[in-house]
């Protein structure tokens, strides 16, 4: 079974730009999660997704960035337009059943540069 | 507000010498507590997790943790270290009342032969 995937791997833009990142959770897991991890900082949490809705997006830093999960599948994430703070790696989850006790299973991450 | 300290940045053990990662958490109840891993170019990977019962908790690879309320901590532990520990170690908090996973800044491995 293939894990979560994210693509892509590295993404390296200008501020200003815009930048969209894709995740793709295991087949058949209702819950996605993003995460991101600024440089030397904690992972955190952005946004939870259960299905195509949104169901906690406290974590989301502006309205620069836009998460959205269509027909409850794969996952983007849309940074526009992107600033020098953005920079970080983008992690998603993914996990079968909501609840703390129900693994969330993490992607490689995108790391995205924005200089 | 719930939060996770991981002191140790960076610690390097040589192959086949005992390990311990600190971890502390702010929290007012019994929290949901995790540890995982992220070697090169790969995702996180659960090692072990812990919600109830009994506090000393067995994980993957090895790796054991053990939940102490008195000093709010879940220190990771290994008897003996191999080369292919070497990775990102991450403890983490689960928030109340939602799926989120609150985590530290995270230590790095490093093993010599």
């Known amino acids: 079974e293939a894990g979560v995937t994210q693509f892509p791997s590295h993404s390296v833009i200008e501020k200003g730009q815009t930048v969209t990142l894709r995740c793709d959770p295991i087949?058949?897991?209702?819950?996605l999660y993003w995460y991101r991890r600024v440089m030397g900082k904690e992972i955190k949490f952005l946004l939870h997704f259960v299905k195509e809705s949104k169901q906690d997006e406290s974590g989301m830093p502006n309205n620069r960035f836009l998460a959205e999960r269509t027909g409850g599948t794969y996952s983007t994430l849309k940074v526009q337009p992107a600033e020098l703070e953005d920079s970080g790696v983008y992690f998603c989850a993914s996990s079968q059943t909501r609840g703390q006790i129900y693994e969330q299973y993490f992607g490689p991450g995108t790391r995205l540069t924005v200089t | 507000a719930q939060s996770v300290t991981q002191p140790d940045i960076h610690i390097t053990v040589s192959e086949g010498a005992s390990l311990e990662l600190r971890c502390n958490y702010s929290y007012g109840a019994t929290p949901y507590l995790f540890w995982y891993v992220q070697s090169p170019g790969q995702g996180l990977q659960l090692l072990l997790k812990?919600?109830?019962?009994?506090?000393l908790v067995q994980g993957i690879k090895g790796f054991e943790a053990e939940f102490k309320r008195s000093q709010s901590s879940f220190n990771l532990r290994k008897p003996s270290v191999h080369w292919s520990d070497a990775a990102e170690y991450f403890c983490a908090v689960g928030a109340p009342g939602t799926d989120k996973l609150i985590f530290g800044t995270g230590t790095r491995l490093q093993v010599f032969p």
């Open positions: 812990y919600f109830s019962g009994d506090t």
């Open positions: 087949s058949g897991h209702d819950n």
